[in-house]
């Protein structure tokens, strides 16, 4: 059976020791490739101690300035011995095991002194003030570094398969992303800094253009963190030489570090290894107001576009963390819909987060249920939708690490880093409209600052394709001359409502108007539009007069189409009225198909709903649904001629592991056709159209 290969991590110290058996078993019957034993980097001690007195002895002849805060380095013996034994049991039923570090720089408790009263032996991140920061460490710490190396060290003994790193690796979980402690003073001095207060520091490198003092400060940031993975990975391979060092990432990874280079260094000359982040719990807690479930899909499929172009051999795991792994806060819904959106956009690896981390196995089974009865579904996407499928649709350039090279406003003490998922990606992914990365073909959508990274080749290519722009790349592409339709652009208030005109690509919305009740700051632009651009929606202020283009569209003289929006994409990021209705998905869906000049390989004509499109080696595709709202939806597809010219089409739906053939009623809806699938998608349900040629 083709199904995705499963990592499940349990903890290392099992409050019932009785329990591993059941654990064991139930292991194999869910088929995993591994599992991933874990623990934080400094255990309680008094826990450790508790359940292991017997093994470890006495804990009294241990520094007492380590006790509590830091343990002796002889607790890392101790789960060494214990990963051993754990190993033999799980190799008895042909199940390997590695190994997670749950605590290196960033996450809370005694190690990093967020316990009150207690003092770590290690250099804390440093604010622009000259405090200790008491959630995270600094990475120039040579203490920090030696305890951490020798902690490795005797865990890889054991001989994991590899070792993961949690996703507190970085400076800094809860504060802003630089640190200013006396190490890192005297790094930037090395570096060419001046030697000047914290806060006129941060003001030159971070404020305003690039430049020199930017680049020394970023390199140092990076450095600090890559020397110590470089030194953690060689400290790890000088014990087990086949032994790999591995990162859980965080979007700060992305917009802070060069993370292909960092995992580049902790590998050395073994593969690298990644786990993406972008999880189904975070819709549980307003973890992230603005997304959905299909926004935190795209998440993780950039990332693995970033990586597939950056470090293509690395081997990446997919983040299906629960937290607090319980159905009742993040629904196995979610859970198994997230799997099956990746699986049909290639992703084979995941690490399911289907366990409690201190409860015992049975206290939540909801997961592993889930895990154990979809195997043949999961098989059937595999097999409908191969790993190695190439993505249709909407090309949406998103460079990661934007505000290091880009102009910035005065410095503060809130972090640079960017969006946790790129705006046009979640908008996407609410609005039915698929995105493909790698693609060469088909129209782009280019939003905010990115355009000032772009090249002026790339502009020209993409604007031979089609281009789609936000008033603020508008503004960028204006300004390098390119005439995409704007003549000027200025921020403006937030306007009332917008009027939706007698366009053919507004549809039944012509004539309405869509209120906008919950207008945000710093998100509308008022625009001024070339001669011979036309006006497809318009801004109206509370009176009712006109005020400016909402969407313009202009082809020049070449034939190359453009289409602008009249705000901030990414300011725009919770306009709840201003991008999620109706009006817009349809007006949406077909400007990008006017500047593209053919209707996308496929959308959806719903919103809340994400569609995967993928063309497998055989010339078939493959199309997924996501449905990420919670009312039921019946699917409408509305499809490219072309590839509605095949042999058979396949439908799975939303239950089971089989797929029907269907047979199709097309509909005309002017240059593409309309498609409504015989299934009904619940609420975080999934289905999957195969087109067979």
């Known amino acids: 059976m083709n199904t995705p290969a499963l990592s499940i991590p349990l903890p290392l ?223 790890v391979r000088a014990v087990a030489p086949q032994v790999r060092l591995g990162l859980c990432s965080t979007q700060s990874c992305w917009n802070d570090l060069d993370l292909p280079r960092l995992l580049s260094a902790m590998a050395g000359p073994l593969r690298p290894l990644f786990r993406s982040h972008g999880a189904p719990y975070w819709l549980s807690g307003g973890h992230q107001p603005a997304f959905n479930l299909g926004g935190i899909v795209e998440q993780n499929r950039q990332q693995r576009a970033w990586l597939g172009a950056a470090l293509p051999q690395a081997e990446d795991l997919y983040e299906g963390d629960t937290f607090p792994h319980l159905s009742t806060r993040c629904p196995v819904s979610t859970f198994d819909a997230w799997h099956q959106a990746l699986l049909v956009a290639g992703a084979r690896q995941f690490l399911s987060y289907a366990c409690s981390y201190v409860s015992p196995l049975h206290f939540e089974t909801g997961y592993t249920d889930a895990l154990l009865r979809q195997r043949p579904r999961y098989a059937a996407i595999c097999e409908l939708a191969p790993a190695e499928a190439r993505d249709l649709g909407l090309s949406v350039p998103w460079q990661a690490g934007a505000t290091r090279r880009l102009a910035n406003p005065p410095a503060t003490e809130r972090p640079l880093s960017g969006h946790e998922c790129p705006p046009p990606l979640q908008l996407c992914a609410r609005l039915g409209i698929p995105v493909a990365h790698g693609c060469t073909e088909g129209p782009v959508l280019l939003a905010g600052r990115q355009a000032a990274l772009a090249s002026d080749a790339d502009l020209t290519a993409w604007a031979a394709r089609g281009l789609v722009l936000d008033a603020v790349a508008a503004a960028v592409l204006q300004q390098r001359g390119i005439a995409c339709g704007l003549a000027a ?132 595709t493959a199309i997924g649904v996501l449905n990420c709202g919670i009312d039921p939806l019946v699917p409408v597809l509305r499809l490219a001629p072309a590839l509605a010219s095949v042999r058979r089409l396949r439908l799975l739906p939303p239950e089971g592991d089989a797929a029907v053939v269907l047979n199709p009623a097309w509909q005309a809806d002017g240059e593409a056709l309309k498609l409504a699938l015989p299934c009904t998608v619940p609420a975080h349900g999934f289905c999957l159209l195969a087109l067979d040629p």
């Open 13 to 235: 110290v099992q409050d019932d020791e009785a329990a591993w058996p059941d654990i064991i078993a139930t292991m194999k019957r869910l088929g995993v490739r591994r599992v991933i034993l874990y623990a934080a980097m400094l255990p309680n001690p008094a826990n450790s101690i508790r359940h292991y007195r017997a093994r470890l002895g006495s804990a009294a002849d241990q520094d007492p300035a380590l006790l509590g805060i830091a343990p002796d380095l002889r607790f890392y013996d101790l789960w060494a011995e214990l990963l051993a034994e754990r190993s033999a049991q799980f190799a008895a039923v042909g199940i390997p095991v590695a190994f997670w570090m749950g605590q290196t720089l960033g996450h809370p408790g005694g190690f990093n002194g967020s316990t009150a009263g207690m003092r770590p032996p290690f250099q804390h991140e440093v604010d622009v003030e000259g405090r200790e920061i008491g959630t995270c460490l600094c990475p120039l710490c040579p203490r920090l570094r030696d305890y951490l190396c020798g902690a490795l060290a005797r865990i890889a003994r054991a001989q994991p398969e590899f070792i993961l790193l949690d996703d507190d690796f970085r400076l800094s979980r809860k504060n802003p992303n630089w640190c200013l402690c006396p190490l890192h003073l005297a790094a930037f001095r090395r570096r060419g800094l001046p030697d000047v207060p914290r806060r006129e520091l941060l003001q030159l490198a971070l404020s305003g253009e690039p430049g020199p003092e930017r680049a020394a400060w970023w390199s140092v940031h990076e450095d600090s963190h890559i020397d110590l993975g470089r030194a953690l990975g060689e400290a």
């Open 489 to 620: 652009s200025s921020p403006a208030p937030a306007p009332n409502a917008e009027h939706f005109l007698a366009d053919a690509l507004n549809g039944p919305f012509a004539g309405g108007a869509v209120a906008m009740w919950s207008s945000q700051p710093a998100v509308y632009h008022r625009v001024r539009p070339m001669p011979d651009a036309v006006t497809i929606s318009s801004f109206r202020d509370a009176a009712g007069g006109d005020w400016g283009p909402a969407v313009l569209r202009r082809q020049d003289a070449q034939g190359h189409r453009f289409a602008v929006l009249g705000w901030d994409l990414a300011a725009a990021h919770g306009e709840l009225q201003l991008h999620w209705s109706h009006a817009r998905r349809h007006q949406l869906q077909r400007l990008l198909a006017w500047v593209g000049r053919a209707p996308l390989p496929c959308t959806v004509d719903a919103a809340n709903v994400q569609v995967t499109v993928r063309r497998r080696a055989d010339g078939g």
